[in-house]
């Protein structure tokens, strides 16, 4: 009997022992402030919150920028819904608040993205305030009006033929297009008939008289001197060529009466240097010597809707849909 006791005894404080190692070995692990969900779980959630960082791309990013209350899905003013490319393409007023004209009138949509997917902008429909805001104007209440961006009427490289291969405007990263309320105002000698892409040989009809861009494209043409036959010419062609502005195509007038064959007044320049002169300075020759360069296009779409004046110089309301309807921008003045 003596010999039981003691053996339960000894197995008590052997039992006491294991239940302090435990406690302190709980106590190094963090004891009360440890997640009360189990040893695995910290290890899982932080997994999760890796993986869900990973998949937040930098477009979904973009498209959330700017807004007020990120879970709003709709347009509280409308109830149209917002487009996924909200926050990504932006609209400019352009010169929407200061002409009467359509042919001056133009707004610019802008994909504001650094980086990302290039988003195509045929079918969307530009809408001006009209009958939602419902005030008075000096020949009664206005009406809504509202114009879409036509699909594949586009044209990455416009022709010598005012035309070109038709295909969706799509605005790449950092890219612009200038919607024109109406069409050119004076477009000779190539009657464009669609809309395109700016390249650094579209300076060569700004330039014309017979044009007249809103805004203005940049001459930006190859440098006239840049030609390779150039340095072959006689001095009094060669220093011609040298003096001449970047996109300019020279006026020739060929000899009358008494007066001598003349380019832009210049007169004794040989013919061939006429010929040269004729043949390589204007839109049509730099398009087909310049057309595959790296940097032939720019980051700019000139678009026309051909309608009157869509917006008000004031009290105006611009809105921009996608496709399908929903909200993409909206500008007020």
Not at 29 to 50: H, I, M, V, W, Y
Not at 95 to 105: G, L
Not at 249 to 258: A, G, R, Y
Not at 266 to 285: A, D, H, P, Q, W
Request: proline residues 5%.
């Amino acid at each position: 009997m003596k010999k039981i006791v003691n053996r339960g005894v000894s197995d008590l404080g052997f039992l006491g022992l294991v239940l302090v190692v435990l406690f302190f070995a709980w106590v190094a692990t963090g004891g009360p402030e440890r997640d009360t969900g189990g040893p695995f779980l910290k290890t899982q959630r932080a997994t999760s919150t890796t993986a869900t960082k990973n998949s937040n791309s930098f477009l979904s990013s973009w498209r959330n920028r700017d807004r007020a209350d990120n879970s709003t899905t709709y347009d509280p003013v409308t109830g149209a819904s917002y487009s996924p490319w909200r926050g990504v393409i932006e609209l400019e007023r352009g010169t929407a608040a200061s002409t009467d004209y359509s042919n001056e009138e133009y707004i610019v949509i802008k994909n504001i993205a650094r980086e990302g997917t290039a988003v195509t902008i045929t079918g969307w429909r530009l809408k001006n305030a009209g009958d939602a805001r419902r005030y008075p104007t000096d020949y009664g209440y206005r009406q809504g009006q509202s114009a879409i961006i036509p699909i594949q009427t586009g044209a990455l490289l416009l022709l010598p033929s005012g035309l070109g291969v038709q295909q969706s405007i799509t605005l790449a990263p950092k890219e612009r297009a200038v919607v024109l309320s109406g069409g050119i105002l004076r477009s000779r000698p190539i009657k464009i008939q669609t809309n395109f892409k700016v390249n650094k040989c579209s300076g060569y009809l700004e330039a014309l008289p017979e044009y007249k861009f809103y805004p203005s494209i940049k001459l930006q043409c190859p440098d006239p001197e840049s030609e390779p036959e150039v340095a072959n010419f006689e001095d009094k062609c060669y220093d011609f060529i040298r003096r001449m502005s970047r996109c300019h195509t020279p006026e020739f007038n060929e000899s009358q009466n008494d007066k001598p064959a003349n380019v832009d007044g210049v007169e004794g320049l040989s013919r061939t240097c006429r010929n040269f002169l004729k043949e390589r300075y204007n839109y049509t020759s730099c398009v087909a010597r310049h057309g595959q360069d790296e940097d032939f296009y720019t980051d700019e779409w000139r678009v026309f809707l051909n309608v009157g004046a869509l917006w008000f110089n004031s009290r105006e309301t611009i809105s921009l849909y996608d496709e399908l309807g929903r909200l993409v921008d909206r500008i007020s003045y």
